[in-house]
């Protein structure tokens, strides 16, 4: 099979809301008047970010989810993206599988592939999303990192911490009961992005981001672009699925008994859970509970903004904790 029957083949489909698909120089995009487009752009490589024997068809969905991802984090609309592909091999059922994976989640969220490129080479897929948000009176409703002010609740969605136990289990650190690493390997491996929340939060929330290297790194960036520091409730952040299974069964059946401690250090610094992690005024908090509701997607407060720069952490007692807890990244 040639590069154009493969692209013919797996990624080729008919244009629905792009003015022109796969086939051309260009694909053509018609952004709705009245918006801005948003632009971000994710690679995944193998051995870094996924294993080499990972099922191709979670492979296809986390490529898309990790970008529909900051798109939600932008309280943007997705719209289309383009695949930059390099393939050891032509691998039939690998992109049979890889490509209806990566497509399912795409068409959930009626954002279409458009374009891209294929070539040969060590496994990595690059994509790169456009998504829309309104401009009203000249002013974006983007959700930025900027906006988180003095006075501000500080929420996380969802649960933090599940796709690292499964990374960590999956590296052979520890074991766990097998209920317990299916839940948070389906976290690890298909992830949802958090796209309705992030439109509904459009016009309540003040900042945004979402969480792909560890809450506390993440939180640092929002605090760092809006110039100002936090208090955060350490063990209000500790909730995943993990800890659910962990405390409903009889802790004497497992094997393996976290401390609050490893609960924490999950939660703050493991990354890859695709949650948003958000500001909202304290006047906003029906506000934030009913976008929780309309978007389906559980959301719970952490924290609070305020002038001093730094992060503060308190226990469940309201004590200091340190904070050690370092998040990820790719060159430290
Ligand atoms: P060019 O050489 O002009 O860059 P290519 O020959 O690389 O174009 O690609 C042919 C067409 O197939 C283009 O429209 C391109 O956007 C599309 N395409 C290539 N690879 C992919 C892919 N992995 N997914 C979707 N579309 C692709
Ligand atoms: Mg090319």
Known sequence: MGEFDLIARYFKRPARRAA????????LLAPTPGTQLAISSDMLVQGRHFFADVDPRTLGHKALAVNLSDLA?????????????????????WLAAFSGGLLA?????????????????????????????????????????????????LYVSGTVGDARLALDVLLGKYAVP????????ARLETPTPRVALGLALRGVATSAIDVSDG????????????GVGATMQADDAIKSIATHAFTTRA??????????????????????????????PT?????????????????????????EPGLRLLDAQGRPLPNHYASFDHFA
């Open 251 to 280: 802790s004497g059946q497992f094997d393996v008994k976290f401390s609050t401690e490893q609960w924490r250090a999950l939660a703050l610094a493991g990354g890859d859970d695709y949650e948003l992690l958000f500001t909202a």
């Open 20 to 27: 022109l698909g796969v086939g051309d120089d260009c694909a």
């Open 215 to 226: 809450l506390l790194g993440d939180l640092g960036h929002i605090l760092e672009c809006s």
């Open 73 to 93: 984090a932008c309280g943007a609309k997705p719209l289309a993206f383009t695949l930059a592909l390099a393939l050891p091999s032509a691998d039939e059922a």
């Open 105 to 153: 989640l795409a068409d959930a969220h009626e954002c279409e592939l458009i374009g891209g490129d294929t070539t040969g080479g060590p496994l990595n897929i690059c994509i790169t999303v456009f998504g829309e948000v309104p401009v009203h009176h000249g002013q974006s409703q983007a959700l930025l990192r900027s906006g988180a002010r003095p006075g501000d609740d």
């Open 178 to 185: 097998a209920e317990v690493l299916a839940a948070a390997r």
């Open 283 to 307: 006047q906003q908090r029906a506000a934030v509970a009913a976008a929780a509701q309309a978007s389906q997607t559980p959301v719970r407060r952490i924290g609070q903004i305020e002038p």
